[in-house]
């Protein structure tokens, strides 16, 4: 893992900038209403979790392109799948305060499903090969 890579680098980034914006949000601006209060938990989840994604997709790239593809897509429905498992799960055992956490756990999922969206496009352009 290469602390020079691009990716990894911006998704310290987006993980450092939510947890400013939530905290400046909760503190200062006085927005409990609107953010969780396990914003921390939340994004540093899907941090990790974006982060091991990134480095096994990594792999597969340096393979056939079809089977980047297929891993990818595979990859990013088990990844919602799972978080959405999880977001059912937790609004049945806890009610009160549950649509706050899911807004915000979709908002940070989006961010980071987009970041890695056009990431992995760019990847996949810069090694394209020349049309003759």
């Not at 056939?64 to 799948?81: D, E, P, Q």
């Not at 959405?84 to 908002?107: D, P, Q, R, W």
Request: aromatic residues 12%; proline residues 2%.
């Amino acid at each position: 893992m290469k602390l020079k890579d691009p990716h990894i680098s911006t998704l310290i980034v987006i993980w450092a900038a939510t947890m400013a914006l939530c905290s400046f949000g909760l503190r200062q601006l006085n927005l409990s209403d609107y953010i969780s209060g396990h914003y921390v938990g939340i994004s540093s989840v899907l941090f990790i979790v974006y982060l091991v994604n990134y480095l096994i997709m990594e792999k597969f790239r340096k393979k056939r392109a079809v089977l980047f593809v297929n891993s990818f897509l595979a990859s990013t429905m088990i990844k919602l799948l799972l978080f959405s498992g999880i977001l059912v799960t937790y609004s049945l055992i806890v009610k009160e305060g549950a649509a706050i956490l899911i807004v915000n756990f979709l908002a940070m999922y989006f961010i980071y499903s987009l970041h890695e969206i056009i990431s992995i496009s760019r990847k996949l352009k810069k090694n394209r090969a020349p049309v003759k």
